[in-house]
């Protein structure tokens, strides 16, 4: 049984590597920015890792399952899919399941690239799929392992629900 004053909590996880070589027409695309000078992210959809993250994150926080669960990679609709229009229909569901965001929280991890100039319009986009604030950090694995050695990236995502409409505070 659910209280109208519930709140949970939910944690998002994506790694990805980057592709051995540019592709024509795959950018990395971190949080709804693409980031042109940079090698592609391997997978299925745009390979997003923060999107990706912060909508498990969001899912899991609803008990709504995953992000692959929802949009498989055995599917091909989703290939080469918008993450960011992925999110917006996970934030879709999560309303229909009586669900709101309260925020998330998320944490790129990688040498490159660096994000803080596109920061501000990575938060803009991831919030406004999401239907709710969300915060992006971003720090360096100091050349430790796959992620220092630039073979990839990995998002880490907390998110906060609530029962209730969006505009319910």
């Known amino acids: 049984m659910s209280r109208p004053d519930e709140q949970r909590v939910g944690i998002g996880v994506d790694v990805h590597r980057f592709l051995a070589e540019a592709i024509e027409g795959r950018p990395l695309v971190l949080g709804g920015v693409a980031f042109p000078e940079q090698p592609g992210l391997e997978g299925h959809s745009d390979a997003d890792v923060v999107a990706h993250a912060v909508a498990d994150?969001?899912?899991?926080?609803?008990?709504?399952?995953?992000?692959?669960?929802?949009?498989?990679?055995?599917?091909?609709?989703?290939?080469?899919?918008?993450?960011?229009?992925?999110?917006?229909?996970?934030?879709?569901?999560?309303?229909?399941?009586?669900?709101?965001?309260?925020?998330?929280?998320?944490?790129?991890?990688?040498?490159?690239?660096?994000?803080?100039?596109?920061r501000d319009a990575m938060v803009a986009r991831l919030s406004a799929a999401a239907g709710g604030p969300v915060h992006v950090k971003a720090t360096r694995p100091e050349r430790l392992g796959s992620l220092g050695r630039v073979e990839g990236l990995a998002c880490f995502a907390v998110a906060l629900v609530a029962r209730g409409p969006v505009g319910d505070r």
Do not use: K, M, Y
Not at 84 to 108: F, I, M, Q, S, Y
């Open 57 to 118: 994150a969001i899912l899991g926080a609803a008990g709504l399952g995953d992000l692959g669960a929802h949009f498989p990679d055995t599917d091909a609709r989703f290939s080469g899919a918008d993450s960011l229009e992925l999110l917006a229909t996970v934030a879709a569901r999560v309303a229909d399941a009586g669900w709101r965001l309260v925020n998330a929280d998320c944490t790129l991890v990688g040498e490159r690239p660096r994000v803080v100039a596109q």
